[in-house]
């Protein structure tokens, strides 16, 4: 039974920033393809960061050179550092896994495993 656990959100002002993470259970997370998503209220859950057992990492072009995906294997926790923060990026972000070891796709339906999600609210 895997269970992901999201900490770290908050409120912060424009430009700040904050650190998502998400402890695992269950399976070793390193093996599979992690990812953090984000759904904002009235839009459609989307892809932001991807990182699959290689270590290698993918970002949807609105947080690229601003977010950073990141895994500790010793603590088995995926990281999501966000840096000048915007206010399109409030939503709820959630931590998602993959039974796959590449991340062949980005939508929601190539992953199963899903944490309950932490408000992240940037205010102007």
């Known amino acids: 039974q895997v269970q992901l656990v999201e900490s770290g959100g908050g409120s912060v002002q424009a430009g700040g920033s904050l650190r998502l993470s998400c402890a695992a259970s269950g399976y070793t997370i390193r093996n599979y393809c992690m990812a953090w998503f984000r759904q904002a209220p009235g839009k459609e859950r989307e892809g932001v960061a991807f990182?699959?057992?290689?270590?290698?990492?993918g970002y949807t072009e609105s947080v690229k050179g601003r977010f950073t995906i990141s895994r500790d294997n010793a603590k088995n926790t995926l990281n999501l550092q966000m840096n000048s923060l915007k206010p399109e990026d409030t939503a709820v972000y959630y931590c998602?896994?993959?039974?796959?070891?590449?991340?062949?796709?980005?939508?929601?339906?190539?992953?199963?495993?899903w944490g309950q999600g932490t408000q992240v609210t940037v205010s102007s």
């Open positions: 990182i699959d057992r290689t270590g290698s990492t």
């Open positions: 998602a896994m993959s039974e796959r070891f590449y991340c062949l796709r980005t939508a929601v339906d190539f992953f199963r495993y």
